[in-house]
């Protein structure tokens, strides 16, 4: 389901993004380098090349690499006002008359289906920033930056287009089963924290790579995670084999 927005509220948001540009999260540098959804001069092939370019890097020096793969479901649907309002004053000093603004921008919002003649009755929204509004992703990014300082805590790199995110990391292959243990840890503590500010993983979209060279006798790592609990993930699995040509030029 899709949650548009009236032609006055994005007008507005379109003259606060304006307003904010020379002092607004970009400039102020808020907005996670490693976030590129949404940001001008940046596309999903800025996303992959990074990704398998540092992947690459890490094989071609003789270490095995793990590249984590997560999606959300209805991402915009599912921001939850109350925690989205708090984290804007609390983790980003937005206070007083501007964050009163903003919340009178995401509260008061109702909606209902419409099938042909037949229409339900109108519910009162408690989550989901608007799609087709200015301000929409930018909430949606600063709502789910936490993530960020979460994955490298447990000394993994990430790169994020929108609500796609790639978490990836290397060792050497000495390491497999400490690297292993590091993946599993952090990817119980996403699932946690998605959990907690009311978000929801897609499970159809979960995926775990294990890169390593092809002429390579080492194992790649693995996940661990438990099949049961509030925490359980489930991943589709598969291990690459990359040959790397040993030509100098």
């Not at 020379?22 to 990074?50: C, K, M, W």
């Not at 300082?149 to 000495?174: F, M, N």
Request: hydrophobic share 40%.
């Amino acid at each position: 389901m899709v949650k548009k927005i009236s032609w006055r509220k994005k007008w507005s948001g379109h003259g606060r993004t304006g307003r904010t540009a020379d002092y607004g999260p970009e400039s102020a540098d808020l907005l996670p380098a490693n976030q590129i959804g949404f940001r001008p001069g940046h596309s999903t092939e800025t996303a992959v090349l990074r990704v398998l370019s540092n992947i690459l890097l890490a094989v071609d020096r003789g270490d095995v690499a793990a590249l984590i793969l997560l999606d959300l479901s209805a991402a915009f649907d599912t921001v939850d006002y109350e925690i989205l309002l708090q984290r804007l004053q609390t983790t980003y000093g937005i206070s007083d008359v501007a964050h009163r603004w903003f919340r009178s921008y995401v509260l008061g919002r109702s909606q209902y289906v419409r099938i042909g003649t037949s229409c339900s009755s109108v519910i009162d929204l408690i989550c989901g920033v608007p799609q087709g509004s200015v301000l929409g992703p930018v909430l949606f990014i600063l709502y789910t930056a936490g993530l960020i300082s979460l994955i490298e805590s447990h000394g993994l790199t990430l790169h994020l287009y929108a609500d796609d995110t790639q978490v990836y990391g290397s060792c050497p292959a000495s390491n497999v089963d400490a690297f292993s243990a590091k993946l599993t840890a952090c990817s119980c503590a996403v699932a946690s924290w998605i959990q907690s500010n009311r978000l929801q993983l897609n499970s159809d979209k979960l995926k775990f790579c294990g890169v390593r060279r092809r002429d390579a006798s080492t194992s790649c790592p693995g996940l661990r995670c438990s099949s049961t609990g509030p925490r359980s993930t489930q991943f589709s699995r598969c291990v690459i084999s990359v040959f790397l040509s040993t030509q100098t030029w």
